[in-house]
């Protein structure tokens, strides 16, 4: 039987993605040259979050690109991130392979500044050798159990934990 527990609320998930914005913007030298890039669907639906907060802080707009790791021709989607601070995003990182290949993805077609990874929650259990710099929850997750980011409206709703 499986048993499902809420980890973040709505109102927790906007909390936290407004402080995920505003230690972007710190360790950022300039909001000027960010290019903020989400991974898959929910990963994107973070990223547009994250990039609302930080454009109301820093009264512009922000532009926040979708790559869908999926895709055969990852070149076509990515934005120009030469000279600039790049940042993925992702609603949650398990084993980083996603990240992995988003990584590997902008660095073998463009030489970015810096690149840093933003992500809602960290399970833990890296089969890559990459960390999150930017986490707004860490959930030391069993095998057998899942992390899910629930969505309405094109909005995260809940983060759930599926325990077997």
């Known amino acids: 039987m499986s048993k499902q527990f809420t980890l973040m ?7 936290t993605l407004k402080r995920l914005a505003i230690q972007i913007l710190e360790k950022s030298s300039t909001g000027e040259d960010l290019v903020i890039i989400g991974l898959n669907e929910r990963g994107f639906i973070t990223a547009k979050e994250i990039a609302t907060d930080i454009s109301a802080i820093i009264e512009k707009n922000v532009t926040v690109h979708n790559y869908n790791i999926a895709d055969n021709n990852p070149g076509n989607a990515l934005p120009d991130c030469s000279d600039k601070q790049v940042i993925l995003v992702d609603d949650v990182i398990f084993s980083g392979k996603t990240m992995f290949e988003a990584l590997s993805a902008v660095a073998s077609i463009h030489d970015p500044k810096s690149i840093r990874i933003a992500v809602l929650i960290d399970r833990g259990h890296r089969k890559y050798p990459l960390s999150a710099d930017l986490t707004g929850m860490t959930v030391p997750t069993k095998p057998g159990e899942h992390i899910e980011v629930m969505l309405k409206d094109s909005k ?4 759930v934990l599926f325990k077997n």
Do not use: Q
Not at 9 to 15: E, F, G, H, K, S
Not at 156 to 159: G, R, W
């Open 9 to 15: 609320d709505r109102a927790r998930i906007a909390r």
């Open 156 to 159: 995260l709703k809940e983060a």
